[in-house]
């Protein structure tokens, strides 16, 4: 079994930062891409970042240059720091992880952001 759990969420003001992270743990081999999703109310999730295997990184516009994933291969663990936020960053934050064999989609249970004064 593969737990994916996200922590790091919280309330910030506007122009702090946040640094999320998320661990895989469990009987899970060959990591591939792992990356984050938000989810606002009454929308489906949208990619925010993901990086791959070899360290390639891929973001949504409303994120460059304000936030930086990367990994950690030898604790199967992904960040997303989080600089100059924004309110409309305010959302549930998802990580995902795409690895096993064959390879699946392990998504953690997600974790609150929000900002605000």
């Known amino acids: 079994q593969v737990h994916v759990v996200e922590s790091g969420g919280g309330l910030v003001q506007p122009g702090g930062s946040l640094r999320l992270s998320c661990a895989a743990s469990?009987?899970?081999?060959?990591?591939?891409?792992v990356g984050w999703y938000r989810q606002f109310p009454g929308i489906q999730r949208i990619l925010v970042a993901s990086?791959?295997?070899?360290?390639?990184?891929n973001y949504a516009d409303s994120a460059k240059g304000r936030f930086t994933i990367s990994r950690d291969d030898s604790t199967n663990t992904v960040y997303l720091q989080m600089d100059s936020l924004k309110p409309e960053d305010t959302a549930v934050y998802y990580c995902y992880v795409v690895g096993g064999r064959p390879l699946n989609t392990y998504w953690g249970q997600g974790t609150q952001v929000i900002v605000s004064s």
């Open positions: 469990g009987s899970i081999s060959n990591i591939n891409t």
């Open positions: 990086i791959g295997r070899g360290g390639n990184t």
